[in-house]
């Protein structure tokens, strides 16, 4: 079912449209607000057009974080009409965020909010994977349950590489450092996202994407950052994604 979504969104006849996976090490660690906000992210400022799949089963509420709209169908639904799939029937059955952004219509990318739970469907989505974003908090038992995941990831043959850890509600200053992670767990910090409290808050309770209420905000600066991290070999044009978001030019540097 797996492969029927990614062929109706258009994933498998790109040659640079990629499956990027957002994973919990713990719970509440934030994977689902990344990985939407992500994606919203990616979309607007990158130009994709993007597909965001929630598989957290029947308690995924990924599209109440960016919408407050009502999917039409879930992917349950959708499997259940695998025979019906195609890119129409696909795109029907989308909550649009917006005309770039859908959550379950060709699309450039696909962003998998995976949760936590490891078991064949969520198997079956990260073997398709070209990066899986493990998402932590810098606490030992995010570092415990980490490594754990990570251990999962090695005894199944998933390339380290392919395998990119986000710190979400980084602060500087802790007893604990990155270093401290990065060797309890044999694997480097991509990309931290700092603890912008007020502004994550206001974006979950209004159910809607963090940049578009706030561009200025260390969390959204912290996206497009992360947005041009992903795409960095993909974007042609030379002037960056941080730069265009925020109206910076070389003299302003």
Do not use: W
Request: glycine share 8%; with cysteine.
């Amino acid at each position: 079912a797996m492969d029927r979504v990614a062929d109706s969104a258009g994933i498998s006849n790109l040659r640079d449209g990629k499956v990027l996976a957002f994973i919990s090490c713990k719970g509440g660690s934030g994977a689902t607000f990344l990985s939407t906000n992500f994606g919203y992210a990616l979309a607007t400022l990158a130009d994709r057009k993007v597909l965001l799949i929630d598989l957290h089963g029947q308690f995924g509420d990924a599209t109440l974080y960016v919408s407050d709209q009502k999917a039409a169908m879930t992917l349950s639904d959708v499997c259940r009409q695998i025979a019906r799939l195609d890119g129409a029937f696909l795109d029907s059955c989308l909550v649009h965020i917006t005309p770039g952004f859908g959550i379950l219509a060709a699309a450039d990318d696909l962003v998998l909010d995976v949760g936590r739970q490891i078991d064949a469907i969520s198997l079956r989505a990260l073997d398709s994977t070209d990066a899986i974003y493990p998402v932590l908090q810098l606490g030992l038992p995010d570092i415990r349950d980490g490594r754990r995941l990570l251990d999962i990831f090695r005894s199944l043959g998933y390339p380290t590489e392919n395998t990119r850890l986000i710190v979400n509600r980084y602060e500087k200053g802790g007893k604990l450092r990155l270093q401290d992670l990065q060797s309890a767990l044999g694997a480097e910090v991509m990309h931290t996202v700092p603890n912008d409290y007020l502004a994550v808050t206001d974006s979950v309770n209004q159910g809607v994407p963090a940049l578009q209420l706030s561009r200025s905000a260390p969390v959204s600066r912290s996206l497009a950052e992360l947005v041009e991290l992903v795409t960095a070999r993909r974007v042609a044009d030379s002037k960056g994604l941080f730069d265009r978001l925020f109206g910076r030019t070389v003299n302003d540097q």
